[in-house]
């Protein structure tokens, strides 16, 4: 799937006059300069000065991926005494012209190639992080609007026919050597034999991967952004980080702090992370972003690695 292009575009004057009828309240000393930070899929991102970050979707359609985005971060700010990592707070938002969300910004930038000694440092942080979101009641996650979606990401044959088209694709663009692609078929071919997972609800980020981390100037890891594919569904999917950051000298001790997972549950997120992989870097041959394409090939290698 290619990046959603904008229905309705923006000026950043134009942003900034929104903020200054709507939020100027929030501004004491006037609203500050809105410049371009990021973009995501769904949505573009900019910075309101040094404490603040806006959020606009690309599309109408893309509103209920924001508004969901929003009723996880509401639910994450009330467990903020116990989050181990940084979280977002919502200071402002608005229906008009478009629905767009103000927020506080989290210090960091989502990293690049990053050396293994810097990535095995996370493997504690993310472990911790990651087994305090899934002991999380689903229950109070669905009273905050926050639901299973409306298809199974963790499907197996919806797994393997993604990674399939992919492998397929950078096949024939010739992207990889063959001992690349034999790694890759060799993974996709092992998950044929993977039984289907019994279903599981617990809240999940639902899209854990290195361009939804942020690290500080160092590498390392300072928080986990863009909650807006969270759902409840198989702690599967967020374990993929495990296969596309975390390098395959650091997996025990991310094992050991998490807790004992099955061997199927591995299998599973190992897939999945092969498959995030491959679509961030078709997706930079679209946009030509080397610094992306680099850090998939290392996500790539990461996940196609030991066990």
């Known amino acids: 799937m290619e990046p959603w292009k904008a229905e309705i575009e923006f000026t950043t004057n134009e942003l900034r006059s929104v903020l200054i009828q709507q939020a100027e309240h929030l501004f004491p000393a006037g609203v500050p300069d809105v410049r371009p930070y990021g973009e995501g899929y769904s949505q573009l991102v900019y910075t309101v000065g040094p404490n603040y970050v806006l959020r606009v979707p690309k599309q109408q359609t893309a509103k209920q991926n924001l508004l969901n985005g929003i009723r996880m971060d509401q639910w994450l700010q009330s467990r903020l005494r116990s989050c181990p990592l940084p979280t977002s707070q919502i200071v402002w938002m608005s229906d008009e012209p478009i629905m767009m969300a103000l927020v506080t910004k989290i210090q960091g930038q989502t990293p690049g190639v990053t050396s293994e000694s810097i990535r095995g440092e996370s493997a504690e942080q993310l472990a911790i992080f990651l087994r305090w979101l899934h002991d999380q009641s689903a229950d109070e996650l669905r009273d905050y609007g926050v639901e299973k979606p409306s298809y199974i990401r963790m499907e197996r044959n919806h797994l393997i026919k993604g990674v399939s088209e992919r492998y397929e694709f950078a096949r024939q663009q010739q992207w990889f050597d063959q001992v690349q692609l034999a790694e890759i078929h060799h993974v996709i071919e092992s998950f044929h034999n993977t039984a289907p997972l019994e279903l599981m609800n617990v809240p999940l980020h639902g899209d854990v991967h290195p361009l939804n981390l942020l690290v500080d100037d160092d590498g390392r890891l300072t928080a986990i952004i863009d909650w807006d594919d969270a759902y409840i569904g198989h702690p599967a999917v967020d374990l993929s980080i495990v296969y596309s950051w975390i390098p395959e000298n650091s997996r025990s001790l991310f094992w050991k702090c998490y807790g004992v997972i099955d061997e199927q549950t591995k299998q599973y997120a190992r897939m999945t ?30 996940c196609i690695s030991g066990r």
């Open 273 to 302: 992370a092969l498959y995030i992989g491959l679509h961030i870097h078709w997706s930079t041959m679209i946009t030509n972003d080397a610094k992306r394409e680099k850090l998939a090939r290392q996500m790539i290698t990461d």
